[in-house]
């Protein structure tokens, strides 16, 4: 055992000595991390609030409604989600869309409001930014709520919409008796829709109990965080292991085998050597995530258990995809494609259930799913009864992978070929 | 296989009655198809430095890796102190390796290397500190013992390289061609401290292509080529051996068979070998170098170069194996 | 030296898989697999959990299925599904009484983690929808939305492809690799030949400093240049991308975009003396780069400040250029500002490594 140890002390003296490479393979996760997080937001609780919808107004009418549609977009309900350009025509609309400035354009023409109050179809044009793919359609959703607002309003006044816009134009109001009836079934109609519509009656909301999976209760960088930190430690892990290779190419390899050392024992070395490489990168990246992210880990003891297990499959894979290559540029290609194989298939960037339903399977034999899921559930506030699949998949992988890894590099030696 | 019975050899009695340090019997290894090592066998005594001496090829840094147990030979056996290196790693414990090339961490300092390889063969706490300062004294690099060996001169390393091997004290020390590449100086402080640890009752086996290095340290030299033991003895048997003629060295527009005519026409004329337009004849004396010499000038052949060489190692090497050792 | 470069790169088979097979990997991956949802173009999928079985729940399921969204209707009695649904929403047992005496219903909302936000944003939309148009009938009687009172026409502003699908993932790992590339292999490869001393051995050769830095640049030019044009091929014939109308104008800046890759690789390989150092600096910068201007996801969901900052960054100003060229069909003139940028950081890049690669330093 102390000669194990010999020889994994000085592998950590020699990443101590050049910390680069690991450094910078911890940098990657937590660049995409910080970009995921600074796109969509990210941290304690709540999924990320979406930017404010650019919208250039064309207001060709010069009816009341345009003043009320004009007000409603800066009132404080619209502040901070709609962002409202003004341009005076549909050219130049369409410019400040070619400039990108917003990703869409509400044009409302030229007698809306007179064909609204005069029981015509009442029609508004929105033109959407083609550049744009998201928030153009976030527009439209929003301008077929505005239209069906402006339908049930319209209900709302009845037959009296063009009477009353004419008092409201200062026309003035001869009937008096008119006046009142108007006024009577207007108040009529208000009536039976206040409490209804007003605000409306019917909302949506969290389902009780269920917070973890409830709306609002899912926390994007809870999510994400566990992938990349996955995917960053087998990426380390590898890095770890093809030492192995480089020792050989320098000749050290050679040499510490000519000392009372076996082949085993410098093989177990590096297993162990890259397992607390890749265990502290772990740790410094579960808390990158939580002082950066705030990402919640959970509880610590299934939390220990579980970062345990993946730092061990982590090295055993990558033990095994070393001895499995001849040199140092095969395993940069073969550990390169497989990690990231297994990273697109596993879920780390996109749900297995978002996969075509042949391909979900494939995610239940990449370790990563097993890890990040673990990780997820665990963050969202699950205990040991929701990894224990999880843990045991994982022991089960890392036993066989070690295993198989320290047997095939011990038998490469044997040939002569380490 | 041109040499001396080992009983014969007189100017080692110091070692004569102890068992040898190494002891290579009938050794075989191949790669592939390849004959690598070829029934090698030799035995170095303490207090002896014992060449291999070929070219880049012959098979010397296959026969250290032989003996320091990196690989098991087909056939034949090494026995390290009498114990043979495939038992385990108590037999490579009295071992000191140094590689053909520099085999150091280049991120960890000349110290830390040192004591990292002292670690692995057992030492520890105060006696391996004393080691350390020791190994790197005696290469001279007590004061660059903090810099990073990646930092260092191609002569500081290999002094270093030299350094990790001494740390345990071993009491066989495999020197695998540890001058290639560096300066005279560095090379001569190499050789001194090789010759040191000599003195102080140690086996060492050198390998080299230098023969001026090899006849200057080693009491008893092997010359190998294609795997195999051309010739072994002392420097002065092996000048012996190579004969009181001289050879003559032929370059010229002259083919194989005229060669061959020319080696039977003159009396006392042998033909070594012949490659790349170079002819090599060995005579047996000064007439018949000379009578040689006139053959090619009166003959129809064109004679664009011509060399004789006095008896040396080289041209024993020339006469055992038809080409120079720098081929 | 270009030539010598080229053949280096192609020479290591980690190279080839990054140069080459992991950006089809990804455009296969993001662009096939995990389309984005577009609400508008298919059926967004809703699970209701139908606990009342009044007139009002029959007609707000009715209002939702009109709304747009697939409808798979748990009846009460009904057997729940195994695993949970992407979105779920419950209609609550007393619904329809609930309305009839103007008390607040609230119905249960529930996503899973593979619900992606465009299609909770039109399902919420939706249900929005269903529920005041319901409200509104209860209080005026049918409101039947063929003759609502105000019609929304909408519209793309040009009829070109927009970027989503693979028109994004094209485009944004065509930028992505090519940086990539340039600024790992490319400038791992110029710090190992510094270190090695190869670089100070041209040095000495009658080859100038200008033509090393030339020649080297020409060499991860030419690496780029095989990228690209990989890129745009198997985009036209295996995803059948229309690359938009002006070719002179795409060419100009797919060659902008490359000798900024190049010259950036250039730089950062000059910038370190390990070969690892390098590669890794390279890969964090790129993926910054990448996801600043808009390579990985669609700009315009980054929050403002990013979005400005993002056109410090040569990924921004390629995406901009595609997009105008792909989605705006512009043409070449309507580019020529993106590659003048490029070509200015190309220009800056270049100048700085010829500095840094003084054989003296």
Known sequence: MGTILTLAAKDLRRRAAAPGPVLLNLAIPLAIAGMLALAFGGGTGGGADPPPLKLVLVMLDEGPLSEFLSGASQNSQTAGRLEVLRAKDRQEGLARLREEEAAAMALFPEGFTRDLIEGRQAVFELVKNPSQSFMPLVAEQGAEVLSLYLTVGRRLLGDDAARLQGMLEGEGWSDTAGLALALASLYGRIQSADGMLFPPLIETGEPAGDPGEARGGFDFMSWMYPGMLMMGLLFLGAGQMRDLLMERQAGTLRRQLCAPVAAWQVVASKVLSAALVVGAAHVLLMGAGSAFFGVRWGSALPLALVSALIVAAVTGFCALLFALVRTERQGDAVSGIVIMVMSLMGGTFIPPQALPEAMRGMAYVTMNHWGHDALRELASGKGWAAVAAHAAALAAMAAAFILAGTLLLRRRHVRGAL | ?327 | MAREDLRLTLRDRSSIFWIFLAPFLWVWFFGFLARPADPSGRQVSLTVFQEDVSAAAERMIELMKGAGLKLAVVPPAGERPAKAPARSITIPAGFGESIAARRKVTLPFSQGRDANPEGTIAVEVAVHKASVRLLAEEAFGTLDPAEDAVKLESSWATDRPRPSGAYQTIPGNLVMFVLLSAMTYGAGLLATERRAGILRRIAVSPAGRTDIVLGKLAGRAAVAAVQVSVFVVIGLTVFRIDWGGAPAGLALLLVCLILCAASLGLLAGALFTSGDAASGAGVVATMVMSAMGGCWWPSEVMPGWMRTAAYAFPTAWAMNGLHTLISWGGRTPEVLPHCAVLGLIALAATLAAVRRLDPAR
Not at chain 2, 43 to 49: L, T, Y
Not at chain 2, 267 to 288: E, I, R
């Open chain 2, 1 to 327: 296989m041109a040499g001396l019975d080992s009983s014969d050899r007189g100017d080692m009695t110091n070692a004569r009655d102890a068992a040898p340090a190494l002891q290579v019997s009938e050794v075989r290894y191949a790669y592939g198809k390849t004959k690598a090592v070829d029934g090698v066998s030799f035995d170095v005594r303490r207090g002896e430095i014992f060449g291999l001496l070929g070219p880049n090829g012959a098979g010397k840094t296959t026969t250290i890796a032989l003996i320091g147990g990196l690989l098991s030979p087909a056939s034949g056996s090494v026995l390290l102190f009498g114990r043979d290196v495939a038992s385990g790693g108590s037999a490579r414990a009295r071992l000191g390796v140094v590689p053909q090339d520099v085999a150091l961490y280049e991120e960890l300092t000349g110290r830390e290397n040192v004591r990292f390889f002292g670690r692995l063969y057992g030492l520890s706490g105060k006696p391996l500190d004393r080691a350390t300062d020791e190994a790197l004294g005696q290469v001279g690099l007590s004061d660059r013992a903090r810099d990073r060996a990646g930092a260092l001169s191609g002569g500081l390393k290999r002094r270093l390289n030299l350094a990790a091997a001494l740390v345990h004290s071993p009491d066989l020390l495999l020197l695998d061609e540890p001058t290639v590449g560096i300066d005279p100086q560095a090379r001569l402080r190499i050789l001194d401290v090789v010759k040191a640890q000599a003195s102080a009752g140690r086996a060492v086996l050198y390998t080299s292509h230098y023969l001026e290095e090899a006849e200057q340290i080693c009491d008893r030299l092997a010359i190998v080529d294609h795997g195999r033991v051309l010739a072994v003895g002392t420097v002065a048997e092996l000048r012996r051996l190579a004969g009181e003629g001289p050879v003559v060295q032929v370059r010229g527009e002259i083919e194989p068979p005229q060669a061959q005519e020319l080696q039977q026409r003159v009396p006392g004329v042998h033909l070594l070998g012949s490659a790349d337009g170079v002819h090599s004849f060995a005579a047996a004396d000064a007439a018949a170098c000379a009578a040689l010499v006139r053959e090619l000038f009166q003959g129809a052949a064109r004679v664009e170069d011509l060399r004789v060489q006095e008896p040396t190692l080289q041209s024993l090497f020339l006469k055992l194996t038809g080409r120079e050792l720098r081929d």
